[in-house]
């Protein structure tokens, strides 16, 4: 039988193990709920700079999600983009 320490240290390993996988398996979401306002507004800036036709290097660590929050006005200036 469990002593009550030992009890608490299998909960608190318990709780931080399925945090780690929720957060795993919901990252995608969770970035676009934390960076997507932002990251949308650094790249209509950009876009908006931007000459029509021109061609644009995204390096990007997300899930594309901003940038496609610009899709229309990346399609209506003919915005060639490399995803890397």
């Given at each position: 039988m469990m002593d009550s320490?030992?009890?608490?240290?299998?909960?608190a390993a318990a709780?931080?193990?399925t945090t780690v996988?929720?957060?795993r398996s919901n990252a995608s979401y969770i970035y676009?709920?934390?960076?997507?306002?932002?990251?949308?507004?650094?790249y209509e800036v950009t876009i908006n700079r931007l000459e029509s036709?021109?061609?644009?290097?995204?390096i990007g660590v997300g899930n594309a999600t901003s940038?496609?929050?610009?899709?229309?006005t990346i399609r209506t200036k003919g915005i060639n983009i490399k995803v890397s």
């Open positions: 320490s030992s009890k608490k240290i299998a909960i709780l931080i193990t996988i929720a957060i676009d709920i934390a960076i997507y306002k932002m990251t949308k507004l650094w036709s021109s061609y644009l290097l995204d940038l496609l929050g610009n899709i229309d």
